[in-house]
Nanobody, 119 residues
Framework: QVQLVESGGGLVQAGGSLRLSCVTS??????????MGWYRQAPGKQRELVGT???????NYADSVKGRFTISRDNLKNTVYLQMNSLKPEDTANYYC???????????WGQGTQVTVSS
């Protein structure tokens, strides 16, 4: 069964840091055809893209997180990370990772991990 499982969320003060992890239940290479992504959704708002990472490690970020967030991956651990520094209250959201399975042509999402930044 293909699953993506996020972890690492929590409550942090403004200016603090968190590192989120997204572990895949299958070899991460099955998601290599398209970039894997981190998204977030705050209450009452639409889900928005935080950033993406390709199989080769190239990254792109939303303007709102550039210079503060970093996406990386460890293929041996089947894991994609989101390092979040200089957190702001407006970063409060549920964070999700996703990946496109090149074999069944479906996009998979994790269940999300909650990040709350207090002022």
């Amino acid at each position: 069964q293909v699953q993506l499982v996020e972890s690492g969320g929590g409550l942090v003060q403004a200016g603090g840091s968190l590192r989120l992890s997204c572990v895949t239940s299958v070899p991460i290479g099955i998601f290599n055809e398209k970039p894997m992504g981190w998204y977030r959704q705050a209450p009452g708002k639409q889900r928005e893209l935080v950033g993406t990472i390709t199989s080769g490690g190239s990254t792109n970020y939303a303007d709102s997180v550039k210079g503060r967030f970093t996406i990386s991956r460890d293929n041996l651990k089947n894991t994609v990370y989101l390092q979040m520094n200089s957190l702001k209250p407006e970063d409060t959201a549920n964070y999700y990772c996703n990946g496109y399975n090149k074999y069944d042509l479906r996009t998979y999402w994790g269940q999300g991990t909650q990040v709350t930044v207090s002022s």
